[in-house]
């Protein structure tokens, strides 16, 4: 037996202890009145003596760490808000409650009452007065100075990640205010909150493989959203004129630092606007999401100052192909010639049909990873464009642009296609697209185009990948550390 199970079956043979002593090793009846945070704001002024005449406090946390020394030991515990040290005596808390307290294991959770005082080395401890077992574990955490650093282990027992890695907590935390801050955001400017379906007969809004399920009921088959963008613009079409949800989407590709299969993303719609007005509207949100999260509108990340408040750059898309990836706009309409460009310069590229395609994988490897400070790529072709609306002045390029920030495509928007014969028209061009070999390609979507059909106003729309913006103000480098549960390949478990 290695030694880690062997610490299991300690605990577990303690456990079994308890409950033969009549100790409920997993209670429910502990009160907490305190949180750490709550016991630090209540000392800050305090005098550095030991005060007789303490409030009582009563808090619960996680043991941390324990120091015995014969009749009296030291704890440090923590709880959502923060850690404290608290100081168990023998004859503070009574003997039973002590020789209790002795079989306990740093991990397990205590619930503890008393005032504070000052130790002589200045730190505010909780002097215990009553104590009691709350929850019992029966594995260690990692060892203290070692803790929980393989990133493989990290994720696969994210529980312990949290608990052991207060960066790693810090992270998830600020995730969460990120997603308040860009809720409250729209809120007050009159967007409403919606939900639309997470399971559709068809799957649309963006070019990608879905996931498949069976719905035994309705003896049909159903796809895991990729996209809610359709079943928003009905919404438009039904007279909610500024919606956005904050979803769930799921598509069936691979997994990297950038791409989770199921992620979060944003994405809104707000109608008498144009695409113009949401990159404005974009920046403004960046700068007062920077502002309240950070408190300044510049961040770091990987090294880099990125800065929200300066004025973002907005470049065509040909001209970024010229300036960062080195191509002759005249060479932007020839298909062979972009694919010399793309073998010369050991691009693959596999989707080969159709020129707009070409050009965005070529883009993808030259051209967004130059992208550092916000930079808003316009004037796409309309054949990678398929929901777009098509420039008034260049018919052949949409009213589109995509949002890079330090290398990563964070944000895509457009002025919404609303003609509904020329969306049919581009739906038919997608299935034959997916007939000749392109799985990502749009499904037709008959309803879609009955609701169009009905009119919708003109509209932009957006989509603002929630995770990769949580890597930027969070410094992660892989999507992973943003993902609280990131989809991995099961391993064989064993007993330890």
């Known amino acids: 037996m290695d030694k880690k199970s062997d610490i299991i079956e300690k605990r577990k043979k303690k456990l079994l202890d308890l409950k033969r002593n009549n100790i409920n090793p997993y209670p429910n009846d502990f009160v907490v009145l305190h949180t750490v945070s709550d ?13 007789e005449d303490s409030p009582v406090f009563v808090v619960a946390g996680r ?3 324990i120091n015995r020394f014969g009749k009296a030991s030291f704890i440090r515990f923590r709880d959502r808000t923060g850690q404290l040290q608290a100081y168990l005596r023998k004859d503070k808390i009574g003997q039973k409650s002590y020789n209790l307290f002795k079989q306990l294991d740093i991990g397990d959770f205590v619930g503890l009452n008393g005032g504070m005082f000052k130790t002589r080395t200045g730190e505010w401890t909780l002097l215990v007065k009553e104590f009691k077992l709350v929850c019992k574990s029966a594995r260690p955490l990692p060892e203290k100075f070692h803790g929980l650093k393989d990133p493989e282990k990290r994720y696969r027992r994210r529980y312990i990640d949290l608990a052991m890695n207060s960066d ?28 639309t379906p997470m399971m559709q007969p068809v799957p649309g809004g963006a070019e990608a493989t879905p996931f498949v399920t069976h719905h035994n009921a309705l003896g049909m088959d159903l796809f895991l959203r990729i996209a809610p963008e359709l079943y928003l613009k009905r919404l438009v079409i039904g007279g909610f004129e500024r919606v956005f949800e904050i979803n769930r ?25 144009r695409y113009e007005d949401l990159m404005d509207l974009t920046e403004e949100m960046f700068c007062h999401v920077a502002r309240e999260v950070t408190g300044s509108t510049s961040i770091q990340y990987q090294g880099n100052t990125i800065d929200f408040g300066a004025k973002w750059r907005r470049i065509s898309l040909a001209s970024a192909m010229e300036e960062f990836g080195g191509i002759d706009a005249g060479l932007m309409n020839h298909r062979e010639g972009l694919l010399e460009f793309a073998a010369s310069n050991k691009i693959q590229v596999t989707k080969t049909g159709r020129l707009g395609k070409i050009i965005a994988k070529i883009f993808d490897v030259l051209v967004e990873p130059k992208l550092l400070q916000p930079t808003f790529i316009t004037g796409y072709p309309v054949e990678i464009s398929p929901l777009s609306r098509r420039s008034d002045t260049e018919p052949e390029l949409a009213d589109r642009f995509e949002l890079f920030i330090a290398g990563h495509e964070i944000a895509n928007g457009f002025s919404e296609l609303n003609d509904p014969v020329d969306q049919k028209e581009r739906f038919l061009q997608q299935v034959e697209d997916r007939e000749a070999g392109d799985k990502e390609a749009h499904y037709m979507d ?23 913006l949580a890597m930027l103000f969070t410094d992660s480098v892989s999507i992973r550390e943003v993902i609280l549960f990131p989809h991995m390949k099961p391993v064989e478990r064993g007993n330890g």
């Open 63 to 65: 043991m941390m760490a």
């Open 39 to 51: 016991i630090k704001k209540a000392v800050e002024d305090a005098p550095d003596s030991l005060a």
């Open 168 to 195: 790693v907590r810090d992270i998830f935390i600020k995730r969460s205010r990120i997603i308040q801050v860009i809720r409250t955001f729209l809120l007050d400017r009159d967007f409403l909150e919606v939900e």
């Open 249 to 273: 989407s799921f598509r069936n590709e691979g997994i990297s630092t950038r791409h989770n299969p199921e992620f979060t993303m944003l994405e809104f719609y707000q109608t008498y606007a």
């Open 446 to 468: 008959e309803d879609y185009i009955e609701a169009l059909e009905y009119g919708m106003p003109p509209t932009a729309g957006e989509g603002i990948g929630i995770d990769r």
